[in-house]
């Protein structure tokens, strides 16, 4: 089967009905081989810029990370990477930045950490302006964002960095650009923000795995409630489907970037509501195509239906797998 996805690795992803679906790459460490693999991607979805910061045994300067963002920058040139500022906390930890605390996944986590520590933060900000001088195909994420003061003091730092490094490039050959800024909805408290947001950012990307996590109050990574950490569970399916008409109404640019979207069950689900942007680890990007390449949006939203009105997550399989072996 999995000759059959590597096949029409160089297609490209458009269903049977003509939608043409975005996937493009999460990916942190190890990028050449992410790009080698995968022919047909619109791009980097997601970089996790703390898996780099976590191989090493002190904060990188500003001039490693500038080298560092600058290669992927350039790698995937000209389709569009999205950098996540530095996500630490909860199950990230830095052996050289000691966070102890009782209930880690609610404390000091992602974007708290770096705007208590505005030196680390604009650091990281410059460092990517800079590499993404004279390519133009950067754009920022924060991660972890809960309240608007988050977003408003973040946009802060980052129009102080880039003032601060138009006045260090004056004399520069290339300009610097003001890259794009969006935030990732994986708080719950996020989708209920969205109006507000909406006219701050320039788009957003729904991180599921923390989504659910806190939807459902299961620890992501506690082994004695795996089986109770479901995205296929109506709640967290009914808030996906929430931020996509939330989205669409304020014409706010939306996409996904947690592991459900690289299940092909739940790229069915995504791409019902509206979703055209899905962003996935590089060996799940063949099979969703394959199976998107294979059904029609209006088919999935059939199925939609049935699933957003489902008690349970075991419901929702089961009418997914009906579907999926009546559309064979
Ligand atoms: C997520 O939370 O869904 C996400 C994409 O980010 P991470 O898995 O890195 O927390
Ligand atoms: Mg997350």
Redesign the pocket.
Not at 206 to 211: E, P, R, Y
């Given at each position: 089967l999995h000759d059959r996805f590597e096949a029409e690795h160089d297609l490209p992803p458009i269903t049977l009905d003509g939608e043409r679906v975005s996937l493009l790459l999460?990916a942190g460490l190890d990028l050449s081989a992410e790009h080698m693999s995968a022919k047909y991607c619109d791009g980097v979805g997601?970089y996790?810029t703390e898996s780099w910061f976590m191989q090493r045994g002190q904060f990188p300067s500003q001039a490693e990370q500038e080298q560092c963002y600058r290669d992927v920058l350039s790698r995937y040139h000209p389709e569009p990477v999205v950098m996540r500022t530095l996500?630490i906390g909860?199950d990230?930890v830095l052996d050289y930045f000691d966070i102890e605390e009782e209930n880690p996944f609610l404390g000091w986590r992602g974007i708290r950490v770096t705007l208590d520590h505005p030196e680390l933060f604009l650091d990281q900000l410059k460092a990517m302006i800079k590499a993404n001088a004279g390519l133009g195909n950067l754009q920022i994420m924060l991660?972890m964002v809960s309240h608007t003061e988050e977003v408003d003091d973040a946009l802060l730092l980052l129009e102080q960095a880039y003032f601060e490094l138009q006045e260090e490039w004056a004399d520069q050959f290339y300009q610097i650009d003001k890259p794009e800024v969006g935030v990732?909805l994986?708080v719950p408290s996020s989708l209920f923000l969205l109006p507000e947001w909406a006219d701050k950012v320039d788009f957003c990307s729904?991180?599921?795995?923390?989504?659910t996590q806190y939807l459902l109050a299961v620890d992501r990574a506690n082994a004695r409630v795996a089986e109770l950490f479901e995205p296929y569970h109506p709640s967290v399916l009914r808030a996906l489907y929430k931020i996509a008409r939330d989205c669409q109404s304020l014409e706010l640019p939306f996409s996904l970037?947690?592991?459900l979207g690289g299940e092909y069950e739940g790229a069915i689900l995504l791409v019902a509501m509206g979703y055209r942007r899905l962003s996935m680890n590089i060996s799940a990007l063949n099979k969703v195509k394959w199976v998107l390449r294979r059904l029609k949006v209006e088919d999935m939203e059939e199925l939609l239906d049935k699933c957003l009105s489902a008690s349970n997550a075991i419901q929702v399989h089961r009418f997914i797998r009906e579907f999926l072996i009546s559309h064979n």
């Open positions: 999460n997601l996790r996500d909860g990230k991660p990732m994986e729904v991180g599921s795995n923390d989504l970037c947690g592991e």
